[in-house]
Structures are given as structure tokens and as C-alpha cells.
């Protein structure tokens, strides 16, 4: 069964720190992996999706990468702001037509 | 050009009430997923149902919860006799395909059992 964690739980930074989030899954058998963006009291945003042929795909300050054999994601911020706190999921798609998520890393970027 | 649509996205109900949540997927798209987020825990996929159809419904429990698409109007995930522990935000997503094509997620509802 597929499982999927996300390390760390919370991370607070200071504005401007470049910072990496960490997802890792059990079962490399994944059509493709998804980072959303969850803020407070709302919905899921899609940030990447990487299909599994790939390696990183990249949308403006965000780097998502993907190493299917090792079962590893990440998602490089870059020059993070206040305004990119929020909790960020990945999740990867089965041939199960669903998607596994994590629980998620809760960010703060501190002013 | 809307969004997944949810609603509502706040619904309180008293345990053995029903709830009944409902979602328009994006225009044009004919699979819809539904996903459960409980307190301190990762969404965890309930259900999946192509127009009319239940494809998938292994994370849906055995009792009390019911998923529909119909072919007119959103669908609707349904809960009978509600409990405390039915207490969570309830996400949909659709999409155009089936396989490795982008979901696009609603707002969520918040069932709140009181």
C-alpha cells in the first residue's frame, strides 16, 4: 500500500531563506506526483505536477524534483516570502486513479 | 470560467442528522474524487465516480456514507445518521481523464457534528 511522508512537520523560516521541503513514498509505481498549496480554511491550489518520465519542473520561485527509483520528492522555495506560508501537500497518483497525500509541512516565513 | 464548486463550505449538523455535500466539477470534466481531511491528518481518498458510474469506492466506509454523480447536476456525497467522528473538511477534485491527467480541487466543505 502506498504511503507517503512529508519531513519536516512545521518549518518557520525568516524572510528571503531559500528552503526545501522533503516527500517520500513507499511504492515507486506512481503515474505522477503533485506539491499543492493549502492555506488556513481553504481549498488545495496545484503548484507542480511532475509526471514520472520526469525529473523537476519548475514555476517561478518553486523547484519540485522527483527521483521515482529512491521513492523522493522536493520542493526547493526560493527567496520565500511572507506570503508563502501555508502547508504544503504532495501526493502521487497510483493506477488507482487517486491520489496518496502527505500530511503535510506546515511553513512560516517570519517578516 | 469557474472552479470546482463546493457547497456548502460550512455545515453543521446534530449526530443522526444527515449531511449532504455537493460539488460541481469544472466544465467539461467527467471524473470527480472525493477526499477527507480529519483533524491533524493528510486527505485520504474516499471515492471516485465517473459520470453515473462508482469506479472506485475503497476509501469510502462501509456504512453510512453514499457517493453519487449524477448524469444532470454535481454530485453528492452523503451521510447518513452523522457522528462526532464524521467531523472533517470534505475535498472534491475532477478532471477531464482518467489516469495521470490533473485533478483540480474544490474549496472544501467543513462538516461540523455537534
Known amino acids: 500500500k502506498q504511503e507517503v511522508t512529508q519531513i519536516p512537520a512545521a518549518l518557520s523560516v525568516p524572510e528571503g531563506e531559500n528552503l526545501v521541503l522533503n516527500c517520500s513514498f513507499t511504492?515507486?509505481?506512481?503515474?505522477?506526483l503533485q506539491w499543492f498549496r493549502q492555506d488556513p480554511g481553504k481549498g488545495l491550489t496545484s503548484l507542480l505536477l511532475?509526471?514520472?518520465?520526469?525529473r523537476e519542473q519548475t514555476s517561478g520561485r518553486l523547484n519540485a524534483s522527483l527521483d521515482k527509483s529512491s521513492g523522493r520528492s522536493t520542493l526547493y522555495i526560493a527567496a520565500s516570502q511572507p506570503g508563502d506560508s501555508a502547508t504544503y501537500l504532495c501526493?502521487?497518483?497510483?493506477?488507482?486513479?487517486?491520489?496518496?497525500f502527505g500530511t503535510g509541512t506546515r511553513l512560516t516565513v517570519i517578516p | 470560467n469557474a472552479g470546482v464548486m463546493q457547497n456548502p463550505r460550512h455545515l453543521v449538523r446534530r449526530r443522526g442528522q444527515e449531511a449532504r455535500l455537493r460539488c460541481s466539477p469544472v466544465k467539461g470534466h467527467s471524473h470527480v474524487y472525493w477526499y477527507r481531511q480529519l483533524p491533524e491528518e493528510g486527505l485520504k481518498f474516499m471515492v471516485y465516480?465517473?459520470?453515473?458510474?462508482?469506479?472506485?469506492e475503497s476509501g469510502m466506509p462501509k456504512e453510512r456514507f453514499s457517493a453519487e454523480f449524477p448524469k444532470e447536476g454535481p454530485s453528492i456525497l452523503r451521510i447518513q445518521q452523522v457522528v462526532r467522528g464524521d467531523s472533517a473538511a470534505y475535498f472534491c477534485a475532477s478532471s477531464q481523464g482518467t489516469a495521470n491527467t490533473e485533478a483540480f480541487f474544490g474549496q472544501g466543505t467543513r462538516l461540523t457534528v455537534v
Open positions: 511532475i509526471q514520472s518520465s520526469q
Open positions: 465516480l465517473q459520470k453515473e458510474n462508482i469506479i472506485d
Open positions: 501526493a502521487v497518483e497510483t493506477g488507482a486513479n487517486n491520489l496518496f
Open positions: 511504492d515507486s509505481a506512481i503515474y505522477n
